[in-house]
Nanobody, 124 residues
Framework: QVQLVESGGGLVQAGGSLRLSCAAS????????TAWFRQAPGKEQEFVAA????????AYGDSAKGRFTISRDTARNTVYLQMNILKPEDTAVYYC?????????????????WGQGTQVTVSS
């Protein structure tokens, strides 16, 4: 059974940084792509970033470009989201999601496995 566990969320002041982690277990396919999505209260879920864990290719949503970096440690089966220059509008629950495929996808409908989410709160 595939499990994704996020960690690293918390409260930070505007301009600060956080690094989120998504640790995967139970995966058996040869290739996976993993993404981060976020959802703020009263708003739709938003794509943040994705990475092909075997190839290393990445994709970013507009809100993440230039401030966030997604990376992976294949030995640890962990994907990271480094978030810099955080803004109050980055406040949301951040979810990692994974799919058994080589390529990244920007839509949540393509991801089969989801973590429980981690809260990120950015104060002004």
């Amino acid at each position: 059974q595939v499990q994704l566990v996020e960690s690293g969320g918390g409260l930070v002041q505007a301009g600060g940084s956080l690094r989120l982690s998504c640790a995967a277990s139970g995966r058996t396919a040869s290739s996976y792509a993993t993404a981060w999505f976020r959802q703020a209260p009263g708003k739709e879920q938003e794509f943040v970033a994705a990475i092909s864990e075997s190839v290393g290719s990445t994709a970013y949503g507009d809100s993440a470009k230039g401030r966030f970096t997604i990376s992976r440690d294949t030995a640890r089966n962990t994907v990271y989201l480094q978030m810099n220059i955080l803004k109050p509008e980055d406040t949301a629950v951040y979810y990692c999601a994974s799919r058994a495929a080589r390529g990244v996808a920007l839509s949540s409908t393509w991801y089969d496995y989801w973590g429980q989410g981690t809260q990120v709160t950015v104060s002004s």
